[in-house]
Nanobody
Framework: QVQMEESGGGLVQAGGSLRLSCAAS????????VGWFRQAPGKEREFVAT????????YYADSVKGRFTISRDNVKNTVYLQMNSLRPEDTAVYYC????????????????WGQGTQVTVSS
């Protein structure tokens, strides 16, 4: 059974940085894609970034391009989301998700989800 667990959320001032971690367990993830999504109150879940475990493909939402960086550590089976220059509009619950499908930005394609971690950016 694949399990995903996020950590690293918190409260930060606008312009600050946070690094989210997503620890994956239960499988060998060499063929998986891992994505980060976020959901703000009253809004739909939206794509943030995704990476193929081999790091051969990476995609970002336009809203975070140049500010966020997704990466993975094969030894630790962990995917990171480094978030810099944070803005109040980045406030949301951030989720990581994984699946065996070809790389995609569609949340519905991901079958394995973590519980989420709250990120709050104050102005």
């Amino acid at each position: 059974q694949v399990q995903m667990e996020e950590s690293g959320g918190g409260l930060v001032q606008a312009g600050g940085s946070l690094r989210l971690s997503c620890a994956a367990s239960g499988r060998t993830f060499s063929s998986y894609i891992v994505g980060w999504f976020r959901q703000a109150p009253g809004k739909e879940r939206e794509f943030v970034a995704t990476i193929r475990w081999t790091a051969s493909s990476i995609y970002y939402a336009d809203s975070v391009k140049g500010r966020f960086t997704i990466s993975r550590d094969n030894v630790k089976n962990t995917v990171y989301l480094q978030m810099n220059s944070l803005r109040p509009e980045d406030t949301a619950v951030y989720y990581c998700a994984a699946d065996l499908n070809p790389i995609t930005t569609r949340a519905a394609t991901y079958g394995y989800w973590g519980q989420g971690t709250q990120v709050t950016v104050s102005s």
